[in-house]
């Protein structure tokens, strides 16, 4: 088990970003650096933590954590659909194949939950029943099973707007994506998704929801891009307490980024006006709720590779390409 101090000594040494002149043109997305270099892809996962849109604060450990999550389903995912991976040269680090993104995101939820305008739970509570396209039935309480996993896909928009949700009926008549691929990308998500909820479900976690990013490679084939069943990119509830915290009509115990924003979110802060200062002890705190998680999903116990990580980065790069 990593010690408190471990996490506290790498609170300085955090990776908020890079600048590799060395390897090709640089694409900052919110939380990863990318390099495109001969149809390849470089992908940098910062220690960034992203919440109402913005970048709140770097988390020791966190890129690691969730480059190493994508790994771990990238490779246990692989049966069901392949993915842009083709090797690790650093643990914060994916070295994989340029693809040509798909422009929606694929989402998935197997509970309605949710606290920001666009969830799934805030539409019904204001009394709609049609959402997303789809119909719900009255008398559903927040955070309850739903009947079955839904998609509720949105569209993939550029840096600094907000992803809006679209209907599969909408994206076709788009032009976004053919009938075929969209139904292609729909069985594949719910797949996944179910894949996902099984083997969690062994480590006594819920995969509440989660989205996926899909491209097209060099051959034509569709394959997973970005990440996967991490954190950030899903909602983990702990299934021990997730009984009696419904039924005490309490918010289920969480491990993912909820934690800083339902934080901030206490400290009167939705993402407007002065943040609150980010205390190296929510850091830190921040940082067991990350390493909590990967260790629960992956069932292995974390490794953490602390100390300068620009520099240990770059050397590892270097030699990689060498
Ligand atoms: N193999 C790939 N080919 C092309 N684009 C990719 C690939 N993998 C990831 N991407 C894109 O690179 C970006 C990754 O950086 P990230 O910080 O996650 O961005 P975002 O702010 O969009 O979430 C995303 O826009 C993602 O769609
Ligand atoms: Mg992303």
Redesign the pocket.
Known sequence: MILQEQIEAQLDHTLSGTDFDFLGEKYE????D?YTKNGK?I?ITTDKLSAFDRIITTIPFKGQILNQTTQFWFETTKHIIGS?YIDAPDPNVVY????E?LPIEMVVRGYITGSTGTSLWYNYSQGERHIYGLDFPDGLEKNQKLPEPIITPTTKAP?GHHDEKITAAEIVEQGLLSQEDYDYLARKTVELYLHGVEHCAKQGVILVDTKY?F?RNANGEIVL??EIHTPDSSRFWIAETYEEKLAAGEEPDNINKEFLRLWLANQGYMGDGEMPEITPDIRVQTAMKYIEAYEMITGEEFQPVGGDTIERMEANLRDYFA
């Not at 994989?96 to 693809?99: G, K, L, N, Q, V």
């Open positions: 997305g919110k939380v990863r990318n892809r992908l842009h994989a194949e340029e693809c993104p840096k990013e491209g891009i970005d």
